[in-house]
């Protein structure tokens, strides 16, 4: 991402992408073509398809311009990766300075980031002596030292969510500042990890445009399919999306009225 290739390597990346474009424009000569033999309703699928291909071809003219484009400087030095595995909020903090850094320069519009619990072992915390990996200790059976160790990661992990808010906050930009221009999800894979259920999970959402300060509880038996969660984030950021993946709509009390 801040990393600019050799000459070879981006003219080698440049001939895979035109050669992506070449057959973008063979695939929407030979639909032009089809065209004239179909029926009404081939010929509204066969409309789907070359938008799709007209969709991809601009993609891959983006991505060409992209590779030409000097990557930007960063406002720090290069990061060291902690050697010690335990040092798991060490290794978030560093991914959340990259993921800022990548926002302030606008390498990417878009992050994601996995906190990979599965696989850490007994992570270290200032003031709590953690015997476990996260994912054990997630599946607590209500033991009250688990709880406890538990509930001092999850602690420190929003103690850096905090600060990336807050770091997002401190850089100013032509409207505003980064956070108000980024919308921030932070959320789990379940609702309850020791049962490993995947509904009413919690989420917490951070800047954009949208309404904050509160806490939105909905009904627990009959909530919310996710999806209606990115279609009012898109929608807090200007995007003309009314539909994704398996939503009914948008999440209700999050958008400005």
Same mark, same amino acid.
């Given at each position: ?13 440049? %001939?895979? *992408? ?6 973008? &424009?063979? $695939? ?13 309703? &081939? ?37 060291? &990766? ?11 903090? *560093?991914?959340?300075?990259?993921? %800022? ?6 390498? !990417?519009?878009?992050?994601?980031? $996995? ?12 003031? !709590? ?15 009250? &030292?688990? *709880?406890?160790? #538990? ?8 103690? #850096? *969510?905090?600060?990336?808010? %807050? ?36 989420? #917490?959402?951070?800047?954009?445009? $949208? ?8 009904? %627990? ?7 209606? #969660? ?28």
């Amino acid at each position: 991402m801040f990393l600019q290739g050799s000459e070879e390597e981006i003219e080698r990346q440049v %001939r895979k *992408l035109q050669l992506g474009e070449s057959i973008m &424009d063979t $695939l929407a000569q030979e639909s032009k073509a089809l065209t004239r033999r179909l029926s009404a309703a &081939d010929r509204d699928r066969l409309d789907q398809y070359t938008t799709a291909v007209r969709e991809a071809e601009r993609r891959l003219v983006m991505a060409r311009a992209w590779e030409r484009k000097p990557k930007p400087a960063a406002p720090m030095g290069m990061p060291s &990766d902690p050697s010690n595995r335990n040092a798991f909020m060490q290794m978030t903090r *560093l991914m959340y300075q990259m993921a %800022r850094l990548a926002f302030q320069t606008d390498s !990417t519009r878009c992050v994601t980031l $996995l906190m990979d619990g599965n696989n850490s072992p007994a992570i270290k915390v200032a003031g !709590t002596k953690i015997t476990d990996g996260y994912h054990n200790l997630s599946h607590h059976g209500m033991n009250k &030292d688990k *709880l406890t160790q #538990l509930d001092a990661i999850d602690r420190e992990q929003m103690k #850096l *969510l905090g600060e990336l808010i %807050r770091d997002l906050k401190r850089v100013e930009e032509a409207e505003g500042n980064l956070l108000k221009n980024t919308v921030v999800m932070y959320g789990s894979n379940f609702g309850d990890a020791n049962k490993h259920t995947t509904t009413n999970m919690p989420v #917490l959402v951070a800047g954009g445009r $949208l309404k904050h300060g509160q806490h939105l509880a909905f009904d %627990r038996t009959n909530n919310y399919p996710l999806p209606n #969660l990115f279609v009012s984030m898109m929608q807090s950021m200007g995007l003309p999306v009314d539909k994704f993946a398996t939503s009914t709509g948008t999440m209700r009390g999050l958008l400005p009225a």
